[in-house]
């Protein structure tokens, strides 16, 4: 029997994802976030504060996190209570809160950065007029949970994302909700990224007493 070209055994190599943990990331913990705040804090890092707290609070994907600019979360001299994007992904827009603790964040980040509301929030290191990397907002997450005692692999750029949507659902049931928040098109797409399963509903159901 012949082989695909595809295979990678015909060509000796390793799939790039060997060994790799491929599955959906874990969402952070409460006592998670306030860890990585508190390390955050201690080391003085106004950049990456903010940028956790806008991830948790955003629940946006990093390639539409990087790039927000400063007239997304600002508003003459205020930090917005709410902003909207059009997520680069479905075309959609989306809204999201801004709650106390990122509002503070942002402000002290912004305060040391400058810049005007055409500018990025987080500029590249090496290219000021760009924006930070996806993959280097990566390389920041694994950092984040790694010094908090995570296991990287369990962890990544979309447990910010999933974050907050999973405790909104744990604590109310409203999968209607979190679509709009994630900005899914499709219910089901929730479903599957909560990993909502049988025992959830019955956890839900049995909340009700009739």
Known sequence: MGHSDLDPAVHQRRPWNAGQNVGAKRPLKPRDIWA?????????????RALFDLAIDSKLRGCDLVKLRIGDVVSGALIRNRATVIQQKTGRRVQFEIMTEARRSLDNWLQRRGGTTVDFVFPSRIDYMGHLSTRQYARLVDEWVTTVGLNSREYGTHSMRRTKASLIYKATGNLRAVQILLGH???????????VDVDDALTLSERTDI
Do not use: C, M
């Open 36 to 48: 990585i705040r508190f390390y955050l804090d201690e080391h003085n890092r106004l950049r990456d």
């Open 185 to 195: 098109t499709n219910i089901e797409n929730t479903v599957r990224y909560l990993g």
